[in-house]
């Protein structure tokens, strides 16, 4: 059974996420909070094994929560659920080992399918004995980013590939390479490289808008 911490600001939000939580085989909800400071003493207390965390919290931004719990040595696992768009804070969600990024709102089928990534690669770790980097790959592959940085072509990062696959998997139809570069924040050459290296790769599906005149404007969803 995975210990499941929900926190938000919004006492409705987190009534209905821990609805969302208890449904799906498995997990369980351990408490909620609705400051970061809540949400510290929570995790003091219960011990998750993952927090649920909002980023806009009333006293402090939620990625700061994440810094206090690994100061004080606590190792549970966090997944961003939040409205913040901005690229700089997935960055950070990244940067700061955020299992996954969820742009709220979303739907039940959403977070079940991301809780079940979690749980997947969470028991990989548990049963794998590394024994080569087939082995590291294969669990690192069974992640949320699905990500390989050893799988990507030279002079790509697997690090900026997540933040590309994040924008694909939160927009709701096609989108652009000047799209995704914008939202990103990298350049339109670097987005187009890592978005049709999705499409080589069958994670990401092409098609194409015809306009008044030029080139057709190529545009990608992410299908895997």
Not at 171 to 193: D, M, P
Request: hydrophobic residues 45%.
């Amino acid at each position: 059974m995975i210990d499941v911490l929900v926190v938000d600001d919004d006492f409705m939000v987190a009534r209905i996420h821990r609805g969302f939580v208890e449904r799906i085989d498995g997990f369980r909800v351990v408490g909620t909070a609705s400051t970061g400071e809540e949400a510290i003493a929570a995790v003091d207390e219960f011990r998750p094994d993952l927090v649920l965390l909002d980023l806009y919290l009333p006293d402090m931004f939620g990625l700061d929560v994440v810094t206090r719990l690994r100061a004080a040595r606590h190792d549970c696992d966090v997944l961003v659920i939040s409205a913040a768009r901005e690229a700089e804070a997935v960055r950070r969600a990244v940067r700061y080992g955020a299992v996954n990024y969820l742009l709220k709102p979303f739907g039940f089928d959403e977070l079940r399918t991301r809780l079940e990534q979690y749980a997947a690669r969470r028991n990989s770790l548990r049963a794998t004995v590394v024994s080569d980097q087939t082995d590291v790959d294969r669990v690192l592959s069974r992640s949320g980013a699905h990500i390989a940085t050893s799988a990507l072509p030279r002079g790509l990062s697997g690090e900026t590939a997540e933040l590309v696959e994040r924008a694909l998997r939160g927009h709701s139809g096609t989108l652009s390479a000047a799209e995704c570069a914008n939202a990103v924040g990298i350049s339109r050459v670097s987005a187009r490289r890592y978005l049709e290296h999705f499409a080589d790769t069958g994670r990401a599906e092409v098609s194409l808008r015809y306009g008044s005149a030029g080139r057709p404007e190529r545009r990608y969803i992410w299908v895997s």
